[in-house]
């Protein structure tokens, strides 16, 4: 399958530990974008890469949050000492990025994230 | 800013009807316009798109959408529903200048029953 991945598909943690989500993009994709959807309610953006460099965050995205792309690959989002309004569905996308062409994201699986 | 409005939560039709799923917009610049569906544990998947090309846009699964600026609506349409169309259905905004960040619509839930 060569669609985006996401590892893991679910993670349950306690309150206040440290939980890491990892997301592989297509191969040939040069953004890479992070969502966050509740339930029922629809994604949110959360932040994006352009090869290595993240490029925008969104202000959901507090100081207990981090993102990488190093190597401009795939990407990690941290979420330090967790709490129970973490707990979400967190999406990864990625789409290929040509000056003003808008394309379409394709998105992974998700991981859903339970902090009890 | 821009944003979507879809205006059903829930739909409910029956196999072999029509449906209509309802989003309006708010764009400032001329905007481009998808709808995702989402089944049950399942990633998002997209149906079609509008970028300023043709008003009246096809997509997959028999789905297709019309781009009304007038009324700045996008509302999503299928001739007859399928048992396999049930799931949720995003109406989505793209960002423009150069971030194409995704705006999300909170979604409506299609019920298609026997």
């Known amino acids: 399958d060569t669609g985006v991945s996401q590892d893991p598909r679910h993670k349950i943690t306690k309150r206040g530990q440290n939980v890491t989500f990892r997301c592989d993009p297509i191969?040939?994709?040069?953004?890479l974008y992070w969502y966050r959807q509740t339930l029922g309610q629809g994604p949110e953006f959360l932040t994006y890469?352009?090869?290595?460099?993240?490029?925008?965050k969104s202000r959901l995205l507090s100081d207990r949050f981090s993102a990488e792309r190093p190597k401009g690959s795939f990407s990690t989002l941290e979420i330090q000492r967790t709490e129970q309004g973490d707990s979400a569905m967190y999406l990864c996308?990625?789409?290929?990025?040509?000056?003003?062409?808008?394309?379409?994201?394709?998105f992974g699986p998700g991981t859903r994230l339970t902090v009890l | 800013a821009q944003s979507v409005t879809q205006l059903d939560s829930h739909v409910s039709v029956s196999e072999g009807t029509p449906v209509l799923l309802r989003c309006n917009y708010s764009?400032?610049?001329?905007?481009?316009l998808f709808w995702y569906v989402q089944h049950p544990n399942k990633g998002l998947q997209l149906l079609l798109k509008?970028?300023?090309?043709?008003?009246l846009v096809k997509g997959i699964n028999g789905f297709e959408a019309e781009f009304k600026k007038s009324e700045t609506s996008f509302h999503l349409t299928k001739p007859s529903a399928h048992m396999s169309d049930a799931a949720e259905y995003f109406c989505?905004?793209?960002?423009?200048?150069?971030?194409?960040?995704?705006?999300f619509g909170a979604g409506t839930r299609l019920a298609v029953h026997p």
């Open positions: 996308a990625s789409s290929l990025y040509s000056g003003r062409a808008r394309n379409e994201q394709f």
């Open positions: 191969s040939e994709h040069n953004r």
């Open positions: 890469f352009q090869n290595e460099a993240q490029l925008e």
């Open positions: 764009s400032s610049y001329s905007p481009s």
């Open positions: 509008y970028t300023s090309a043709a008003t």
């Open positions: 989505v905004v793209m960002v423009s200048g150069g971030y194409n960040k995704l705006i």
